[in-house]
């Protein structure tokens, strides 16, 4: 009697696919925190201020633009309304449907700056 022997196929998964994933809120706080030698605390309250100074910025009284130094260029954009429009043609479901009206709205776009495009 003849036995056929079964070859299993090794696979070898690579070390080198596991994801970076994002710092979270508490490990930025930390990092912050252990780099600067100030309190959790002290930090919290300097991005609280930032936020502050952000929300008078880009709001209906301020300038509409906030810069954050080296890094990015924070501003307020506002976008039209559009109208409503009829029997539109879609090609992809290949039929004609209706659109409706988009009101005005504000939009806030980032920019970043010449330092931050060459850190990445």
């Given at each position: 009697?003849?036995?056929?022997?079964?070859?299993?196929?090794?696979?070898?998964?690579?070390?080198?696919?596991?994801?970076?994933?994002?710092?979270?809120?508490?490990?930025?706080?930390?990092?912050?925190?252990?780099?600067?030698?100030?309190?959790?605390?002290?930090?919290?309250?300097?991005?609280?201020?930032?936020?502050?100074?952000?929300?008078?910025?880009?709001?209906?009284?301020?300038?509409?633009?906030?810069?954050?130094?080296?890094?990015?260029k924070v501003?307020?954009?506002?976008?039209?309304?559009?109208?409503?429009?009829?029997?539109?043609?879609?090609?992809?479901?290949?039929?004609?449907?209706?659109?409706?009206?988009?009101?005005?709205?504000?939009?806030?776009?980032?920019?970043?700056?010449?330092?931050?495009?060459?850190m990445v």
């Amino acid at each position: 009697m003849a036995k056929k022997k079964a070859k299993k196929k090794a696979t070898k998964k690579s070390a080198k696919t596991t994801e970076v994933k994002a710092r979270t809120k508490t490990q930025i706080m930390a990092g912050i925190a252990d780099d600067t030698g100030l309190s959790r605390k002290e930090v919290a309250s300097v991005f609280e201020c930032m936020a502050g100074m952000i929300k008078k910025d880009l709001g209906n009284r301020g300038p509409g633009t906030f810069t954050v130094p080296g890094l990015m260029k924070v501003k307020k954009k506002v976008v039209k309304k559009r109208p409503a429009r009829k029997n539109v043609w879609l090609p992809l479901m290949q039929e004609f449907r209706d659109i409706p009206a988009k009101p005005a709205r504000k939009a806030v776009k980032f920019t970043p700056l010449k330092a931050l495009k060459e850190m990445v």
